[in-house]
């Protein structure tokens, strides 16, 4: 009943003349005060929801919820692909509006593994505060639920999958919606928005979903309610993200797993041959030794300055992670970023533990993740990739070898590789980094990070090439919320101060 009435309200408030600024950030501030205890309670209710995006059942409730949550809020809701997970479009059309923004959520998440999780169910939320304010597992006591209907910390922590990555900005963002709903204001420009279920899975379907409804997506700028900020926590815009190509490597010993004793020093150990042939890739100090694998990156005095600008305290971020020595791609973390890189993330041979076993392997994985950055052309480092590889003598193969490939007397890898998206980037002085970087020096009092890139990935490239329409991301989570992680969290105050962020975003005026 609430949400029919919000929806009413809507037709029947005046609006708010934004472009005289008549709504101030004291506004924004009281009403989201007002509010934050049903954002809380709407926030449970959506993480109870399991968005495993390879369980099409949760995904279909998820859709469900989200589908009606935008529908009681005035927009028009429909399914632009449908494969095993929808994804999910939402558009309000303002009269007389001569602009249109497209907005980006994410709203699926990583599985979960109970076991390594501090409560029962990674899905029931569950509300911890600490003594010390420190954010390490185990530190972080369970309290009532409802302590939030008193005196809030803004230190206390939500613990549940996705509270971050991405339920949280999808509650801040609805939420924002509510709070211009209540205070009148109706934007000056179209709104549409997808809300991807899929993007865990890298997106597949997205691609051609955003070429086929290219016309319905037309917007003239992106934003993406997603990801953390900057590690001090302030006000960041982030103008680029690295895109991402998973890459499989498999080296072959004998049919089947041999006795290491009986054939030790003779049959051929798979798990060597991987390890060293990785050995190749890169040097002592990280740097990718493949020829041409950085080809077409610059840093010039102006895109220095730009990541020269960013306040990172480097020596205190490695204290907080456990290391001192770096790669030396670049000088610093920001410079790094802009650099394609290559990761180990996972690697396997036989057995280990409990279960090890003296024999010589089959065969080993190195599972590896490359991220792209704007000038890096996947096909290109897949090419390298693959030239460097038979130059240390293998043959590379796309299948497991076959008998008589075994008996040639030659050695194969198996490489399988597949592009989920490339990287972006938008120009600072872009409509839509002057829409949010205004919008946040208006809120803030002073200017937000800016960040020519971020690290992670995430699918925007379909958007900005399809639709050419230049995309700025609006980080509004704690930056230590352990996303992808057991025991992900969001801090009470980021995801209160994040509605507010995101509604002071949504009332700016488009120039």
């Not at 946040?440 to 009092?445: A, S």
């Not at 991301?473 to 980021?494: A, C, F, L, M, Y």
């Not at 995801?495 to 700016?508: K, P, S």
């Amino acid at each position: 009943m609430k949400k029919l009435l919000l929806s009413l309200m809507m037709t029947a408030m005046p609006m708010t003349a934004i472009a005289e600024n008549q709504l101030s950030p004291q506004d924004i501030r009281a009403e989201v005060e007002r509010i934050k205890l049903d954002a809380l309670d709407t926030f449970k209710e959506y993480l109870a929801i399991p968005n495993d995006g390879r369980k099409p059942d949760d995904i279909a409730m998820l859709a469900d919820w989200v589908e009606n949550a935008f529908s009681t809020r005035g927009f028009e809701v429909s399914r632009l692909a449908e494969p095993e997970n929808p994804l999910l479009y939402a558009k309000r059309m303002v009269p007389g509006a001569d602009k249109t923004m497209l907005v980006y959520l994410q709203a699926d998440g990583q599985p979960v593994d109970p076991s390594a999780w501090y409560q029962e169910n990674p899905y029931g939320a569950v509300l911890r505060e600490s003594d010390t304010n420190t954010w390490e597992n185990g530190q972080w006591q369970d309290i009532s639920w409802d302590s939030l209907k008193g005196d809030i910390n803004p230190d206390w922590r939500i613990y549940a999958r996705s509270a971050s990555d991405s339920k949280g900005p999808n509650i801040q963002f609805l939420m924002a919606l509510d709070v211009l709903e209540n205070l009148g204001v109706t934007t000056d420009y179209n709104l549409k928005v997808v809300i991807d279920t899929e993007e865990e899975l890298s997106s597949p379907h997205l691609p051609q979903a955003v070429m086929d409804n290219r016309e319905e997506l037309a917007a003239d700028m992106l934003l993406i309610f997603d990801g953390p900020p900057h590690r001090s926590g302030g006000p960041t815009l982030s103008f680029g993200a690295r895109g991402i190509t998973d890459l499989t490597l498999k080296t072959f010993g004998p049919k089947v797993a041999q006795h290491s004793g009986h054939f030790g020093n003779y049959a051929p150990n798979p798990a060597f041959q991987l390890v060293q042939l990785l050995a190749t890739m890169k040097n002592a100090d990280g740097v990718v030794t493949i020829p041409g694998f950085y080809d077409g990156v610059e840093i010039t005095p102006d895109v220095q300055k730009i990541l020269d600008d960013v306040p990172n305290n480097e020596e205190e971020m490695r204290e907080k992670m456990g290391f001192s020595v770096v790669d030396k791609v670049a000088n610093s973390l920001e410079a790094s970023i802009q650099y394609p890189s290559l990761n180990i993330r996972g690697m396997g041979s036989a057995w280990i533990g409990d279960q090890v076993r003296t024999i010589i392997p089959p065969d080993a994985t190195a599972e590896i993740d490359i991220r792209l950055v704007k000038e890096s052309d996947p096909e290109y480092l897949m090419g390298l990739i693959k030239a460097h590889i038979e130059k240390q003598g293998y043959v590379v193969i796309s299948e497991p070898p076959t008998d008589a490939q075994r008996m040639s007397g030659k050695r194969f890898v198996q490489m399988n590789h597949f592009t989920s998206y490339p990287a972006f980037r938008t120009d600072f002085d872009s409509l839509p980094g002057r829409f949010a970087k205004s919008a946040l020096t208006h809120f803030n009092g002073s200017a937000p990070i800016m960040l020519r890139t971020m690290g992670g990935s995430i699918p925007i490239s379909p958007f900005v090439d399809t639709l050419d329409v230049p995309a700025v991301t609006v980080p509004t989570v704690n930056p230590d919320n352990n996303q992808h992680s057991p025991n992900e969290n969001i801090r009470v105050g980021n995801f209160i101060d994040g509605i507010a962020t995101i509604a002071a975003v949504l009332a700016e005026k488009v120039e």
